[in-house]
């Protein structure tokens, strides 16, 4: 039923949404911050990266980190003016720069206009996809760990305390911004070099939910919840393409669902490891030996 | 000289819409602190429900109004009930809510697809579609209705929230819920009044607007304008809102008419870039450190 070069596919996808999705898992779960303009990001690294394989012949790694870099200044743009801003404000000026983004992208002729850009070289494979996924988990992992990632939490724990204890709270939001932007960019340029075409309606407000709620599917505050979301959330909709009209109805039902049941997301704040596995079946271990013990004292006692 | 008078009426129409969008956006941002990003939904159902009132009484075109503007603040009061209601007992952060309501706007627009259809659908003619004409200024006749009958519901809105008890106690739970709840306002009935008004000038919107234009269900993606607006005018603050939409809805027209119609939207965007930039809190917003 489901042929290789399908799975293989979908899988491709998964990995580019996952490169979004980790740096939205950045932004949103680590610091707090919510973005409504992260397809404005995608478009600038798929718009970028495109033009230099196609029009000037750079390397595809290199343009892929073009891309996201220059996804990277533009959120330096954008933050340096947006971040200092409370609440909701800073989400609806995401908003207005996600959809600005598009609709320049949809004026300028050098890049296609509104009717895309065809003919970018196919230089994604599922190998590649993997291995800079790899790499983007491990930094992010890294990061997280870190005192910088720490300091992040901090700030969306309470940004009051964190300013009062001498964090540099716009300093890492801002950090925190331009890192997801990057991942967005790559995200964006991995997938203009899937597609083959780009087009801004591609980038439609639409994709930026889609990515925010992988990430609060999976879980605010955890990397392996975000690599859990984009693998079940791009996978269901292709398992439910026999139901194309309804998926998106139980997508948003299922939105609701977890906001008011379970808001923390499928594995929120928890992170997969080894030790942390090794460590649950020691205890499960301990607790089926621990009872076979002591069954038979309690039944002598009673 | 007509050119910039005739734009200036389309913007002023076109505004007046925007503004019964954004008025029914801040109510419930004065409250409940956070953006309501279901408001759309709201907007195209509203749209839909007049839509299929005016075939079930053709020509009554205040009686399908009136069932659109219920049937759309019922449909808010659901929502409220449904999406917002058990995050608002645990205390949840406005995050949540946020994101409770892209939910909801993801199932109301998917559910109208896949029930009703993706296709637009246009309103049948309810209007002699000969324009008034001054001069060399011509004004369409659904034009003038959109500015008047936005113009009659925000009054009303004024008058009950100026003049009347519930108006006095959703003063009061903007100012401060808490507070007012210790003083012995029913916060929740109170919410539901507020998403039961806002949901009524939502349905209004979205007839009108769909009468001047068609139906379709991603119609709610015109209520980023009304964010805009709200923007302007400063977010929770109703003059603001009315203010900010007519300036938006004025720049539109004019920036169609004098620089390009394909810029109109990015112009919109950029300006409320600009905006937050200058002076965060609008127009006419308070200070946001001023309510915790």
């Given at each position: ?10 899988l ?5 949404n996952?490169m979004?999705?980790l ?25 970028v990266?495109?033009?230099c ?5 750079i390397?595809?790694?290199?343009a ?6 220059a ?11 947006t ?8 989400c ?5 720069f ?6 320049i ?5 050098y890049?296609?206009g ?5 003919g970018?070289?196919?230089e994604?494979t599922l190998a ?6 790899i790499?983007g ?14 300091n992040m ?5 309470e940004?009051?305390?964190s ?5 540099n709270?716009?300093h890492?939001?801002m950090t925190s911004l ?5 991942y967005?960019?790559i ?5 203009a070099?899937?597609?083959g ?7 439609q407000l639409?994709k930026?939910t889609?990515?925010t709620?992988?990430?609060i599917?999976?879980g ?5 919840g975000?690599?859990?979301?984009a693998?079940?959330l791009?996978?269901?909709p292709e398992l439910?393409?026999e139901?194309?009209q309804?998926?998106?109805?139980v997508?948003?039902?299922a939105?609701?669902?977890?906001m008011i ?6 594995l929120?704040?928890?992170e ?6 090794i460590r ?8 089926k030996?621990?009872s ?5 004292e309690g039944?002598a006692?009673? | ?7 200036l009426i389309?913007?002023l ?5 925007y ?7 801040s109510?419930v941002?004065?409250i ?7 408001h759309g939904?709201?907007i195209m159902?509203?749209?839909y429900i007049?839509?299929?009132a005016?075939?079930?009484l ?16 019922l449909?808010?009061?659901?929502l ?11 205390n949840?952060?406005s995050l949540?809510f ?12 998917n559910l ?11 309103y049948?003619?309810i ?13 369409s006749?659904?034009?003038?209705l ?8 925000l009054a ?7 003049k ?7 003063r ?6 808490r507070?007012s709840?210790?003083?012995g306002?029913?916060v929740n ?6 998403f ?7 349905g209004?919107a979205?007839?009108?607007?769909g009468?001047?234009y ?10 980023n ?7 302007f005018g400063g977010?929770g ?6 203010v900010g ?14 620089i390009?119609?394909?810029y109109?939207?990015?112009?919109a ?6 905006v937050?930039?200058?002076r ?13």
């Amino acid at each position: 039923m489901f042929s290789w070069f399908y799975i293989e596919g979908i899988l491709i996808l998964v990995g580019i949404n996952l490169m979004v999705v980790l740096g939205l898992s950045l932004l949103t779960g680590f610091t707090g911050l919510f973005s409504f303009g992260h397809a404005g990001f995608m478009a600038i690294g798929a718009y970028v990266s495109a033009i230099c394989t196609m029009n000037f012949g750079i390397p595809f790694y290199a343009a892929l980190l073009l891309g996201g870099i220059a996804a990277m200044v533009a959120s330096l743009f954008i933050g340096y003016f947006t971040l200092n801003l409370k609440g909701d404000y800073f989400c609806i000026a995401t908003l207005g720069f996600g959809e600005a983004v598009r609709l320049i992208f949809d004026n300028l002729q050098y890049f296609g206009g509104a009717r895309g850009l065809p003919g970018i070289p196919l230089e994604t494979t599922l190998a590649k996809v993997v291995i800079i996924n790899i790499i983007g988990i491990a930094a992010m992992a890294f990061l997280i760990k870190s005192r910088h990632g720490r300091n992040m939490i901090a700030v969306r724990e309470e940004e009051l305390a964190s300013q009062a204890i001498g964090i540099n709270v716009f300093h890492y939001k801002m950090t925190s911004l331009a890192i997801s932007a990057l991942y967005a960019g790559i995200g964006g340029a991995l997938w203009a070099h899937y597609l083959g075409f780009i087009q801004p309606l591609m980038f439609q407000l639409t994709k930026s939910t889609e990515m925010t709620i992988m990430v609060i599917f999976g879980g605010l505050g955890s990397i392996t919840g975000s690599v859990v979301g984009a693998f079940i959330l791009t996978f269901l909709p292709e398992l439910l393409r026999e139901f194309a009209q309804w998926r998106l109805v139980v997508y948003g039902a299922a939105v609701i669902i977890i906001m008011i049941t379970r808001p923390q997301g499928m594995l929120g704040g928890m992170e997969f490891s080894l030790k942390g596995i090794i460590r649950f079946f020691r205890k499960f271990g301990k607790k089926k030996g621990q009872s076979a013990i002591n069954a038979p004292e309690g039944g002598a006692e009673g | 000289m007509s050119v910039f008078l005739q734009q200036l009426i389309n913007g002023l129409s076109i505004g007046s819409i925007y503004a019964l969008m954004a008025v029914g956006y801040s109510l419930v941002y004065s409250i409940l602190n956070f953006s309501n990003f279901a408001h759309g939904g709201v907007i195209m159902l509203g749209a839909y429900i007049g839509l299929y009132a005016l075939h079930l009484l053709p020509m009554s075109f205040l009686g399908a109004l009136v069932i659109a503007a219920f049937g759309a603040g019922l449909i808010a009061v659901v929502l409220e009930k449904v999406a917002y209601s058990p995050l608002r007992k645990r205390n949840a952060p406005s995050l949540y809510f946020i994101i409770s309501a892209m939910g909801a706007s993801i199932f109301l627009e998917n559910l109208v697809i896949a029930t009703i259809g993706p296709t637009f659908k246009t309103y049948p003619q309810i209007f002699n579609p000969i324009p008034f004409t001054f001069g060399s200024i011509s004004v369409s006749r659904i034009d003038v209705l959109m500015f008047v009958i936005a113009a009659i519901s925000l009054a009303i809105l004024v008058f009950i929230i100026e003049k009347t008890k519930v108006g006095l106690a959703i003063r009061a739970c903007s100012y401060s819920s808490r507070g007012s709840n210790l003083m012995g306002v029913n916060v929740n009935r109170i919410i539901f009044v507020i998403f039961l008004l806002g949901g009524m000038l939502a349905g209004i919107a979205g007839m009108l607007f769909g009468m001047k234009y068609t139906v379709y269900p991603q119609i709610g993606v015109i209520t980023n304008k009304s964010f805009i607006a709200a923007v302007f005018g400063g977010l929770g603050s109703l003059p603001g809102a009315v203010v900010g939409s007519l300036l938006l809805g004025l720049i539109e027209t004019l920036s169609s008419a004098y620089i390009a119609s394909q810029y109109r939207d990015l112009i919109a965007f950029t300006l409320l870039i600009v905006v937050l930039v200058i002076r965060p809190s609008g127009i006419m917003g308070k200070i946001t450190e001023d309510k915790a």
